[in-house]
């Protein structure tokens, strides 16, 4: 079994900054891509940065420029810093892992999500 779990979200001013974490845990070999989507109230779940476990990144065009997604491997660990940010940035940010498991091969996770609220 392998947990995920996402911290940091909360209220935050228009141009403001936080940083959101994104821990795995549990019976894992090891880890592919990490990535985090966001989903706002009435819109589909979309990507908004991605990391391979060599360090490529990918970041959607909305985000270019004002967040950065790092992770460090031995902690399992992901994260996003988010900067400038703006009220449409609003929605609950959820981790997806790419967990590579003894015997099971590469299964996917996600986390229950954090909530990102930025006022204007």
């Known amino acids: 079994q392998v947990q995920v779990v996402e911290s940091g979200g909360g209220l935050v001013q228009a141009g403001g900054s936080l940083r959101l974490s994104c821990a795995a845990s549990?019976?894992?070999?090891?880890?592919?891509?990490m990535g985090w989507y966001r989903q706002a109230p009435g819109k589909q779940r979309e990507l908004v940065a991605r990391i391979t476990s060599s360090g490529s990144t990918y970041y959607a065009d909305s985000v270019q420029g004002r967040f950065t997604i790092s992770r460090d491997n031995a902690k399992k660990t992901a994260y996003l810093q988010m900067n400038r940010l703006k009220p449409e940035d609003t929605a609950v940010y959820y981790c997806?892992?790419?967990?590579?498991?003894?015997?099971?091969?590469?299964?996917?996770?996600w986390g229950e999500g954090t909530l990102v609220t930025v006022s204007s």
């Open positions: 549990g019976s894992i070999f090891s880890i592919n891509r």
């Open positions: 997806n892992t790419e967990v590579i498991q003894p015997g099971r091969g590469l299964v996917d996770y």
